[in-house]
């Protein structure tokens, strides 16, 4: 592990390692109720000494805000983005485009991304998942974590719930200052 205190670090972006985020840890204000979910602990612990390049794929994939809600669902054995309170709103196949997309263009150039978790774009590994046949639930990866997985196997990605503490957030900042050194 690098220690954090033999790093020049310094406040200039284009030598910091470039990290994505989901855009409402940012305080953008991007999710399906016009709300944020601002990380004041992320941004002030790792704001000023990573590159965060910040991205919602729902807004990516012009699905507006505010917009309706939607779930993830196994249908034939495939994920899919359905209204969470409309049955008819199936938005899959623009959330998966603006995904791949940006897991195809972007993500090569970054050492870590962010996520929200929980969430049906972004969450890793705590979204849930319903099975209609059975009714019940699993937890699995949002749609963007799928193509970051698929397109950047080695992308290290966490949860923004597992950077709660300030020595968390210094060992995630020592591991991306290690990563960009490759």
Avoid at 41 to 49: D, K, S
Avoid at 73 to 93: C, H, P
Wanted: overall charge negative.
């Amino acid at each position: 592990m690098t220690d954090l205190s033999a790093i020049h670090m310094t406040p200039h972006r284009d030598m910091q390692p470039k990290v994505g985020i989901s855009a409402c840890l940012t305080g953008q204000a991007v999710r399906y109720n016009g709300r944020h979910k601002y990380d004041d602990l992320i941004m002030r612990e790792l704001g000023p000494w990573l590159d965060l390049q910040v991205f919602c794929p729902e807004v990516d994939a012009q699905l507006g805000v505010p917009r309706a809600p939607v779930k993830l669902v196994t249908k034939g054995g495939e994920t899919r983005a359905i209204g969470a309170d409309v049955d008819d709103l199936d938005v899959t196949d623009m959330l998966k485009h603006s995904a791949q997309q940006f897991a195809r263009h972007q993500a090569g150039s970054l050492c870590a991304y962010i996520v929200k978790s929980r969430s049906p774009s972004c969450g890793a590994g705590s979204t849930p998942v319903l099975d209609p046949e059975t009714r019940t639930s699993q937890v699995g990866d949002g749609l963007l974590v799928q193509a970051l997985r698929e397109h950047c196997p080695e992308l290290l990605i966490v949860e923004e719930n597992e950077l709660d503490s300030t020595a968390k957030c210094r060992a995630f900042l020592e591991h991306c200052y290690t990563l960009s050194e490759r």
